[in-house]
C-alpha cells in the first residue's frame, strides 16, 4: 500500500517553499530535483522527470507552460506509457511519495485517473503577488539574457497574461477540488507564512505518516514581496472571474482552518 | 513630411505594460550597479521610500516568524516586543505613501528592525541563527 501526495499551485504561489518544508518532513519528491536559481534560491523542489514530461505534453498540445486558457489536454499512448511507468517505480520504490510542479494544475485529472487514491495539496496566493512575482522574475531573466527571451517578453506584449495564467491555473484547481473535496486540502501562501501547522494538518487529515517539522525559515523573504500597485487589467471581464475565483480558493482554505478546529476539539 | 513620420501613442494597454517593463529594467540595472541597498540621507526620494518600505516588510515578517516560533511566548513576557507586536503585527498599517506620517511611522519600522536585529545577533544567540540564510541576509542588507 502506498500513499501519494501531489503539491499543486500557480508559479509564485508559494509551492516551493512548501514542497521543501514536506521534504524535510520525509515526503520523497523525486531523484533529480531542479536546481536552486536566484528566483528561487532555496531550490524549486520539482522532480525533473515530472516537469519533463508535463513539458512534453504540452508540447504535444502546442502549447508551453504559459497557458492562459482552460485546455483539455491530449495525451498519446507514448505519453500515457511514461506516466503509467514512473508511477508503477515510485509506487515500487516509495511507500510515501509526491511531486510539486505548477504545471500539475493543469494535469490533476490524469494523474487522479493514474493515481485513484493520491492526494492533492493545493497551494495558492492572492493573484495580485502571484502576477507580481512573475513578472519580477521573467523581467530579470529578460535583462539578463538568458534563453527564451521571446517567451519572457511576451508578459509585456500580450496583456493581461499572468492574470489569465493565474485563473486558468486555479480555476483548474478549484475544479479538481470540487470533484474531490476529501481529496484535496487548500492551503494559502500567507497561510503558511504565517505559521500554519502544515504538516500537522496533512495528518490529522489523511495520516499520511509525516513527520512534523515547523514551518521553520523555508520562505524567502524576496519571493513573498506583494505588488506596490493595484493590479492592473486591460480586460476589464477578467474582474469579476478572478475575483470569484479568489473568493472560492479563500473558502477552501477557511474550510481547511475549520476543519483542523474541529479536529483538534475533537481529538 | 510623410504622415507616417508621426505616430499618436493611443495604445493604453502598450504604454502601460512599456511603463512596466521599464520600471523592471531599472530595477534590475541597478542591481546589476551594485547599488547598496541602504540609501543614506535624509531624502525622501523614491529609492529611500522603496528601502523603508522593504524595511518594514522584513521587520513584519520577522515578528511574525518570532511570535509563530516555540520561542514566541518567551519573547511576549518582555513589553518591549509585546509593542511591536502590536504596532506592526496587530494595528493598522498607515496608508498613503506619500504622506510625512507614513514616511515617519516607516523610518520608525527601519529603526525597531535594526534595533531588534543588533539584539538577535549578539550572543547567545547570534551565531545559532547566522547559520540561517535569510538572518545573514536581514544582517547583511540592516546592520
Known amino acids: ?267 | 513630411m510623410p504622415d507616417n513620420e508621426f505616430y499618436t501613442p493611443d495604445d493604453i494597454d502598450l504604454l502601460r505594460m512599456e511603463n512596466e517593463l521599464l520600471t523592471f529594467e531599472v530595477r534590475f540595472l541597478k542591481a546589476r550597479l551594485g547599488q547598496p541597498a541602504k540609501i543614506t540621507g535624509s531624502s525622501t526620494s523614491l529609492n529611500r521610500l522603496a528601502y523603508l518600505e522593504d524595511a518594514e516588510r522584513d521587520l513584519v515578517l520577522l515578528l511574525r516568524r518570532l511570535s509563530g516560533s516555540p520561542v514566541g511566548p518567551v519573547l511576549r513576557r518582555s513589553q518591549r516586543f509585546r509593542t511591536l507586536e502590536q504596532k506592526y503585527i496587530h494595528s493598522p498599517r498607515l496608508q498613503g505613501s506619500s504622506s510625512p506620517e507614513r514616511l515617519a511611522y516607516l523610518e520608525e519600522a527601519e529603526r525597531d528592525l535594526i534595533l531588534l536585529l543588533r539584539r538577535m545577533s549578539s550572543k547567545p544567540f547570534g551565531g545559532v541563527l547566522r547559520r540561517r540564510k535569510a538572518f545573514r541576509t536581514l544582517e547583511q542588507r540592516y546592520l
Open chain 1, 1 to 267: 500500500m502506498t500513499d501519494q501526495l501531489i503539491v499543486a499551485g500557480f508559479h509564485r504561489s508559494g509551492t516551493s517553499a512548501t514542497a521543501q518544508l514536506l521534504h524535510r518532513a520525509g515526503l520523497f519528491l523525486g531523484y533529480e530535483l531542479l536546481e536552486a536559481l536566484p528566483s528561487n534560491p532555496y531550490g524549486h523542489f520539482e522532480d525533473k522527470e515530472v516537469v519533463d514530461l508535463h513539458h512534453q505534453i504540452l508540447a504535444d498540445n502546442d502549447l508551453t507552460w504559459l497557458v492562459d486558457e482552460p485546455f483539455i489536454p491530449v495525451v498519446d499512448e507514448r505519453r500515457w506509457q511514461q506516466m503509467r511507468q514512473l508511477v508503477e517505480r515510485r509506487n515500487t520504490e516509495h511507500r510515501l511519495w509526491g511531486f510539486k510542479d505548477p504545471r500539475a494544475c493543469l494535469f490533476l485529472a490524469l494523474w487522479k485517473y493514474l493515481l485513484p487514491d493520491a492526494r492533492v495539496l493545493l497551494v495558492y496566493r492572492h493573484f495580485s503577488g502571484s502576477t507580481y512575482s512573475l513578472a519580477r522574475r521573467h523581467s530579470a531573466l529578460l535583462f539578463a539574457g538568458t534563453i527564451s527571451g521571446f517567451l519572457h517578453r511576451r508578459f509585456w506584449e500580450e496583456p493581461d497574461l499572468a492574470l489569465r495564467m493565474w485563473l486558468t491555473y486555479n480555476k483548474a484547481l478549484l475544479a479538481f477540488a470540487r470533484a474531490y473535496p476529501d481529496d484535496t486540502l487548500a492551503v494559502s501562501m500567507n497561510m503558511i507564512r504565517d505559521g500554519f501547522p502544515l504538516v500537522w494538518a496533512i495528518e490529522r487529515r489523511w495520516n499520511l505518516g509525516l513527520e512534523d517539522v515547523p514551518v521553520g525559515e523555508v520562505f524567502n523573504p524576496a519571493a513573498t514581496i506583494e505588488r506596490p500597485r493595484r493590479q492592473p487589467v486591460s480586460d476589464q471581464r477578467l474582474i469579476g472571474d478572478v475575483e470569484r475565483a479568489w473568493q472560492d480558493l479563500e473558502e477552501l482554505g477557511a474550510r481547511t482552518e475549520r476543519m483542523l478546529k474541529e479536529r483538534t476539539v475533537a481529538g
